[in-house]
Every structure is written in structure tokens, then in C-alpha cells.
């Protein structure tokens, strides 16, 4: 029998994890985190999903839609270690918190349906913690579905994201019949029965035996090839040792060579124990991270150790309003921060004292004394600190890099329902774009409405919603609209602008000769091939801000450029009235001229969308699509259901999700994910409505 194991945890950084669940929506990451807070005591009540009752789902309107919308950070202990654990959403609108969840964090669980193995958001996030570097261990849920196959799964997992995956794991029984798993490294039975909260160890079952030794063998044989010392062992002894797996499973993970597999359902709480032992046993602590690095005053580059004697430095990554105060949620890199304390905002100078220090549970908070190096709690107090801010000693001054923003794609258009609600209206956006730098507010200079933007349909609902629950503010919205781009199909050279300005005082000149080319990327390149110092350096940085400017509008409807490089070929200067300001002027002038004589095309955003309809259903889902401007990209069929993948543009899928249930009888599902940018059909783009 499996004793619950949460004794006494030590303070230092090499026994903190840091993982966050990362998997598409509803392949049972918040199931996950429910059955580890209840494993380890954390709780003693299992919430379900459905029911509404978890800890991490606590926001009303999680509850009601079914789906994790905020990272939520939870705290727990397991065999002497602090779990630190941050459960994220699956719906690609909320991969914003997703980015910052993972800028924070040491290592991740990907967690993957077993009927469907990897779907188009688990394939997102996992090229986000790619891109930070983040190791990952797999955990294959709900094998107790109709249609659950580890080995699918797993071959999605090598397929569709290029991994080895190690499975150290075999399952007994099989859908309803799932009852537990053979440890394929003890070469031991782990079984669950219904009833108990507990699983009970014993032999292999005679009818895997011969299965398990072989996948035993695969393991070790996998395991060879990409590890040196095992290679070794495995070609003196023929076998490899559960010691040197082990090891090995750990380098391997932290190397990002080869992730390691395991399995199990979570709704029946079978695997969860197993997973906590390998999350402490194969993802990093804070200490087998490198130390985290930032610049020091006067730009250069400085490191900071994860040791709680060095001087403070943590990251805010997000900052949320409750009725207990604002919580600014930290992760502490170097350095103790203690109750009461003055910490430093590196990046603007300003001081400011932490009143209080929580260990946070969703929405729950446990008051402490201190933090150490290596944790992640929320403090009170914090009034200026935003999600990226940089907190340190007011000695020891240090900014870290922050975590990155995705640009908004979709926009609606808000006004108050009442003009006295005017006011609480604007307070309550600037708090909305406080708590998800994410959602944009801007007012628009020719209409004068305020528009809201967001990363789609969905993330905007949510916000509007909270504005009318959470701020008592009735709001009328307008249609959404898509951020279409514009890019340069064919630019020009050697443009001539003289910028000249005489007022009585000191004047303003400036004479710049710019070249504007396309770029296949869509991004903003410039460079200064001037020579024999006719534009200083200083000046040249004029004239590319001024060009960033000009990328504020473009010719065609006003909205933002992209995909072009600015080469500044010559220019000149007067020995009185030449400034960067008037060089910044320049460059702004001097683009717009360039870019009116240039060949533009429109760009819109694109999105993959996946649909899951009823074999019976495809007729008319493909119709639909095809009148949508979608391109179809690939078709399966498995058991009476087909999954459709197309290219669709954005503005396309308004209310997309009600026509497909109207058309499969409420059967069909379909989820997106960002697909880039792309030209837009000049018999579309003439009807347009410019910015």
C-alpha cells in the first residue's frame, strides 16, 4: 500500500520544482492538477471539471465555459520537496499566458489525450517551451476512453514533434478495464482499484511479462544511443541498470535530447503518484538551471545564481486585482525577500515595499515570512510592478529579459451603454490591460471609439465579460475586426526627402536618401550603408526610429507595415540646425513618401483550423470552408468521424462556431491555431474598411 507522502520540505532551491501542465484544451490538465494537490495532501476533497469544483478553475467564468482561461499557480509538497506548479490554458486565445507562465518556469508536463495523442495547441505550447528552453516529461491521459492507445499516441508524439520518446511505462488493461501500469525500470505492477485513493505494488502480471521485458529492452536499447555512459554499460553488460536509467532519463530530459513517457487517468486518479515521483526525479530544480542573466547599469551583461545569500532578484509575470488587494505573482531567481522589505523596479528606478508575502492556491493565500531563491509566491503592496517588471536589492540593480507579448489579431469596438459609466468604463480596460498585457485599449483618431483588441473571438468575450461582472460596467460592442498588415511587393531606391524647417528659432534640416525593399519575414529590417561619417551614427538611429514611426500607417487603409528593410544609402547635415529630431522627422517623412511610391499589397491574418465533424457532415463542413476562403490541407477518417485541416483567413471565421453545430447537429468541434499572415484577394480587399 501507498502511503500519501508530504513530510516536512527543506528551504533550499535544489528541492523546489517549478513545472507548469501544458496540453490542448480538454486533455484533462486541470484533472492533472486536482489529483496532485490531492495526492499530496494539499486538499482533501477532489474537485471534477464539470462540476465546477477545482481549485485552479476558481474564476466564474472558467466554471460556467468548462475551460482553464488564467494561469493558476499552486503550491504543494512531495517526498520532502516543494512543488511549485502553474496550471495553463489550453485555448490557443490565452497562449499569451501560456508564454508567461513558461518564462518563469524550470520544467513542464505535456499532457496528451491517448485517443487523440497530439492535437494542434499541444503542438503550440510545446514549440513555446522549445523556443524557452523548458524540459518536459509526457503524460498520456484518459486511457480509460474508449479508443485510448498508448502506442498511437506515442507515435504522434515522435511524429508531429520531432522528439524520441522514451515511455517508461506499460498499461494493464485497457479502457474500461485500465486499472493500473508496470514500471518498466523496477520491472513492477502499480495497480489502482476502485474506492481506494492509494495503489498497491506487486509482480508483473504473468500475461505481460513477456511485453514488458521487451519494451524493457527497446527502453534500454533507446537509451544507449543517445547517452554516452550508458552506451558504455549497456555494450560491457548487454543491460542497463535501473541506476544508470535513471541518470540517464535525467540528463536526457534536461539536455531536451529524449522526453520521457508516462501514462495513466487522471479522472480515476490512476498514474498521479507515479508522475509526481518522475517530475522530482527527471525535471531540473532551480540550482540545475543556468543562472539567469540580465543587464547590469551601464548595459552589461551580469549573471545571478540561484542562491538565497546572493543579492534579490525575481521577475513579476503576473499581476492580477482581488478583493484582498493587488497581487503581483514573482519569481524569485537570486536573494531572499523577506516581509517589509524596499525592493527596486531596475527598469525605471522606482522603490517600492512589499507589504506582504503569500504562497498562493489558486485563489487561495498562505501568508509567509520570507521567499527564497527559487520560488514563485505572490507579494501585496507592489503598486507600479507590472507583469515583466524586474525587482531586485536597491544595491544590486539588475533587469531581466521579460517575458514576450503576442501581438493582437482580432479588435472590437467598446463604449458604456450609460455616459455616467463612462469613467468606470476606462478604469476598468486600464486594469484589463494591467492584468494581460495581451489585450491592447487604444482610441481610435478618426472614429474616436475606444477599441479593445485581443488574440481572438473568445479572449475578447472573456474580457468583456469581466468587465461587466467583475466591474458592474454595461457595455455595448461592437463587430470584431481583424489586424490586417500591409507589406511592400516592390519598393524603390534612392529616394530623395529633405526635411527643412525654419521658424525664427533654431531651424530643423535633415537630407536622407533611402532605399525600401521587401522582406520575405514579416518584420521591420534597416540599416545605414553611409560612409565618411556624411550621416552620424547618432543620427542614423534617428531616422530608423522615425521609419518606425512611419510603420504606424500605411498607404492602402492605414495599417500597420510590415515585411520591408530601409537601407539608409547618403544624406547630409548643417552644422547649426541638424538634430536627431529633425533626422527622426526625416525618416517619418521620408518612408511615408516611399512607401506611397512603392507596389503594397494587404495582408490578413491566418489561422489552421481543425474540425472534427461526423463522417456525414463532411459534404457540408468542406462547402462552408470553401465559402470561408479556406484552403483544405488534410482530411483522415477514423471511426466514423473525420478531422478537417485548413488554412482559413480570420475575418472568415466570425461565428464560425455556431454555423458548424447548426450544420452537424451540435456534433462538431473545431480549434485554431495562428497560420501567419497572407495576401488578401484584391476582390476583398476593395471592400475593406480602412483604420
Known sequence: MRANRQPHFTTSPTTVRNLGILAHVDAGKTTITERILYATGAIHKRGEVHHGTTITDYDPQERDRGITIFAAAVSCSWDAHRVNLIDTPGHVDFSDEVE????????????????????????????????????????????????????????????????????????????????????????????????????????????????????????????????????????????????????????????????????????????????????????????????????????????????????????????????????????VYAGTLRKGETVLDAATGRTERVGRILRVQADRHEEREEALAGDIVAVIGLKAARAGTTLCAPGAPLVLEPPSVAEPVVSVAVEARRNSDTGRLSAALA?????????????????????????????LEVAVEKIRSGHGVEVVVGRPQVSYRETVVRGVSALVHRHVKQDGGAGQFAHVVLDVEPLDEPCFEFRSTVVGGRVPQEYARAVEAGCRDALAEGPLGGFPVTGLRVTLTDGATHSKDSSEMAFRAAGRFGLREALRLSTMELLEPLVEVTVTVPEDGVGGVLGDLA???????????????????????????????????????????????PAGLAPVPASVAGALPTR
Not at 535525467?250 to 517530475?279: F, H, K, M, W
Not at 466514423?640 to 458548424?660: K, N, Q
Open 627 to 673: 465559402a470561408r476562403r479556406g484552403r483544405v490541407s488534410g482530411s483522415t477518417a477514423e471511426a466514423g468521424t473525420a478531422v478537417i485541416t485548413a488554412a482559413v483567413p480570420l475575418a472568415e471565421l466570425f461565428g464560425y462556431a455556431s454555423r458548424l453545430r447548426g450544420r452537424t447537429q451540435g456534433r462538431g468541434t473545431f480549434t485554431t491555431r
Open 431 to 459: 486594469r484589463l490591460a494591467e492584468e494581460d498585457p495581451s489585450l491592447v485599449v487604444r482610441s481610435d483618431a478618426e472614429s474616436g471609439q475606444t477599441v479593445l483588441s485581443g488574440m481572438g473571438e473568445l479572449h
Open 100 to 331: 508567461r507562465s513558461l518564462r518563469v518556469l524550470d520544467g513542464a508536463v505535456a499532457v496528451f489525450d491517448a485517443v487523440a495523442g497530439v492535437e494542434p495547441q499541444s503542438e503550440t505550447v510545446w514549440r513555446q517551451a522549445d523556443r524557452h528552453g523548458v524540459p518536459r516529461i509526457a503524460f498520456v491521459n484518459k486511457l480509460d476512453r474508449a479508443g485510448a492507445d498508448l502506442d498511437t499516441a506515442v507515435a504522434s508524439i515522435r511524429g508531429r514533434l520531432g522528439v524520441v520518446p522514451l515511455v517508461v511505462q506499460l498499461p494493464i488493461g485497457a479502457e474500461d478495464s485500465f486499472r493500473g501500469v508496470v514500471d518498466l525500470l523496477r520491472m513492477r505492477a502499480l495497480s489502482w482499484h476502485d474506492g481506494s485513493d492509494t495503489y498497491q505494488e506487486g509482480p508483473v502480471p504473468e500475461a505481460l511479462r513477456e511485453e514488458a521485458a521487451g519494451r524493457r529492452r527497446l527502453l534500454e536499447e533507446t537509451v544507449a544511443e543517445l547517452h554516452a555512459d550508458a552506451l558504455e554499460e549497456f555494450c560491457s553488460a548487454s543491460a542497463l541498470t535501473e541506476r544508470t536509467l535513471v541518470r540517464a532519463l535525467r540528463e536526457l530530459t534536461l539536455r531536451g535530447d529524449a522526453v520521457v513517457v508516462l501514462c495513466g487517468s487522471a479522472y480515476r486518479n490512476r498514474g498521479i503518484e507515479p508522475l509526481l515521483d518522475a517530475v522530482l526525479a527527471y525535471l531540473p530544480s532551480p540550482c540545475d538551471m543556468p543562472a539567469v542573466r540580465g543587464l547590469a547599469p551601464g548595459g552589461a551583461e551580469a549573471e545571478r545564481a540561484p542562491d538565497p545569500a546572493g543579492p534579490f532578484t525575481a521577475l513579476a509575470f503576473k499581476v492580477t486585482a482581488t478583493a484582498t488587494g493587488r497581487l503581483t505573482y514573482l519569481r
